[in-house]
Nanobody, 123 residues
Framework: VQLQASGGGLVQAGGSLRLSCAIS????????VAWFRQAPGKEREFVAG????????WYADSVKGRFTVSRDNAGKTVYLDMNSLKPEDTAVYSC?????????????????WGQGTQVTVSS
């Protein structure tokens, strides 16, 4: 499984951004795909996750109601729509995947990772 994240940038507080995670997999399989973020000096934290088959989603409490995770019909791209952004959302965001399709929230559960994309929210 290969993942490639994109879509980060600089946005003012209250603004929106959409991140994309392109997924390449040799054999079709239901994946759990999650977004994590890591701010300078802080531990990596779970943000949101989705099952590529069925579309079940789950979120960290800190982003519920502001962020939405979704996928395209083919399950080849996962999106993270971020609204009402706050300065504390500033971090490097990475997507990760596992073939163990369940609502995992711990980073070490995910063996496949894409490169991160920087999101900076100015106040």
């Amino acid at each position: 499984v290969q993942l490639q994240a994109s879509g980060g940038g600089l946005v003012q507080a209250g603004g929106s951004l959409r991140l994309s995670c392109a997924i390449s997999v040799r054999v079709f399989s239901t994946l759990a795909v999650a977004w994590f973020r890591q701010a300078p000096g802080k531990e990596r934290e779970f943000v949101a996750g989705i099952l590529t088959s069925g579309g079940t989603t789950w979120y960290a409490d800190s982003v519920k109601g502001r962020f939405t995770v979704s996928r395209d019909n083919a399950g080849k791209t996962v999106y993270l729509d971020m609204n009402s952004l706050k300065p504390e959302d500033t971090a490097v965001y990475s997507c990760a995947a596992t073939v163990r399709a369940a609502k995992w929230m711990k980073a070490d559960t995910y063996p496949f990772w894409g490169q991160g994309t920087q999101v900076t929210v100015s106040s």
